[in-house]
């Protein structure tokens, strides 16, 4: 594990604790493997929302058969994603050109850009948008250091690895051929 693994893992093990003294329920983290070369410790796991969590699923599956045509239907099975949810999330990956759609019968989804040119934080950015993985832990609109909130010294450091690590990784920089789990 590195430096930087290893203080994102005390930092969110920290704020993790700081989150249960507060009374507040720990929905912020949660396992995602294919991200982590290591395993950190299950209350420091940071958490996504369902949907950006479905698009990098999509994506690193996708990614495992680069030129590949992908059918919905085969996506949906594999991946275990509702049909309606999945064809919104494609929608989306394709209007940010990551992906494009074929029709017809053989038709399916293919990469319009390759994988090592895809961003994580794109990927966020184009579904959701990453503005609520930088603001203030605790929701409040107006966070500073000039005006912090309880958490904002636990968080500023977590948040600042996490863009950097967002915004530096691409989808195939992940361990996509090492992992059963998508």
């Keep these: 594990m590195s430096v930087i693994e290893k203080n994102i893992s005390c930092s969110l093990g920290v704020l993790c604790v700081q989150l249960y003294f507060f009374g507040c329920e720990c929905v912020f983290f949660k396992t995602f493997i294919y991200i982590c070369n290591e395993i950190i410790p299950p209350c420091s796991k940071m958490k996504l ?36 949810y ?35 934080s794109e990927v966020i950015d ?19 250091d000039e005006n912090p909130c309880a958490m904002h010294n636990s968080w500023v450091s977590v948040r600042a690895e996490f ?13 996509i051929n090492d992992v059963s789990k998508f």
């Design 126 to 144: 184009a579904v959701e948008g990453m503005k609520k993985y930088t603001g203030c832990v605790l929701g409040f609109e107006k966070c500073s």
């Design 49 to 84: 929302t369902n949907t950006s969590e479905y698009a990098l699923r999509i994506l690193t599956f996708m990614a495992r058969n680069p030129e590949g045509l992908f059918s919905a239907k085969s996506l949906v099975e594999k991946l275990n994603i509702s049909d309606k």
């Design 86 to 120: 999945l064809r919104r999330l494609m929608t989306d990956l394709a209007k940010a050109g990551f992906i494009y759609s074929i029709q017809g019968r053989d038709g399916g989804y293919r990469f319009a850009k390759m994988p090592n040119d895809i961003f994580l």
């Design 163 to 175: 863009v950097k690590m967002f915004t530096t990784k691409t989808i195939s920089d992940l361990d």
